[in-house]
């Protein structure tokens, strides 16, 4: 049997990637959450299912963020304001503009409509630079302006086959640097 080596290392002895072999997926997790969610909170909250751990092997390595999440409220003329954090960081949402109010993602439902009997896409999409090989936890808050807002479903109360029911996730993947 021949024995591999890399950088004239056996490969049990190999604990990181050569230097200049940057880019280079390491590891992936996800979370999926299936179950609805509603929240009538007017501050960031927790949504249940939707967060997810990762250790980096390495402080240097880059963290890639994906959220795929589905959202509805209960009236029209509404904003679903999704963040994603790192542990207690808010990583990253829009410029202060007015009173706008500053997301990493979300809806704003349209005013005089029947949107409330619909379910929206909300896409994150963030390459974050840790400087950590601890644990660390990314996760999605959210809340709204007034009313319910609901994850996975659409708001009104209807379950007929007219309605969708959604799943959303929660992945990272470590990169190397």
């Known amino acids: 049997m021949a024995l591999i080596k890399l ?38 909250t927790d949504i249940t299912g939707m967060s997810v751990s990762i250790t980096p092997a390495s402080s240097s390595n880059k963290i890639y963020c994906f959220v795929s999440t589905y959202v509805g409220h209960d009236e029209s003329d509404r904003v ?15 410029d202060a503009i007015g009173s706008m109010t500053r997301v990493s993602g979300g809806i704003h439902t349209v005013h005089g409509t029947s949107q409330q009997n619909a379910t929206y896409y909300s896409g ?50 470590e990169v190397s640097a």
């Open 7 to 44: 950088n004239n290392q056996s490969i049990s002895a190999v604990s990181a990637l050569p230097s200049g072999v940057g880019g280079k997926v390491l590891q992936v997790k996800q979370t999926v959450k299936t179950s609805a969610f509603s929240s009538t909170s007017t501050s960031a």
């Open 80 to 94: 679903i304001a999704l963040y994603l954090y790192r542990d207690s960081t808010l990583l990253y949402r829009g």
């Open 124 to 173: 994150i999409s963030f390459l974050d630079s840790p400087s950590s090989s601890s644990s660390l936890t990314y996760k999605i808050m959210g809340n709204c302006n007034q009313g319910t807002f609901f994850v996975n479903r659409a708001g009104d109360s209807h379950t007929g086959n007219e309605r969708t029911s959604h799943s959303s996730s929660i992945t990272v993947m």
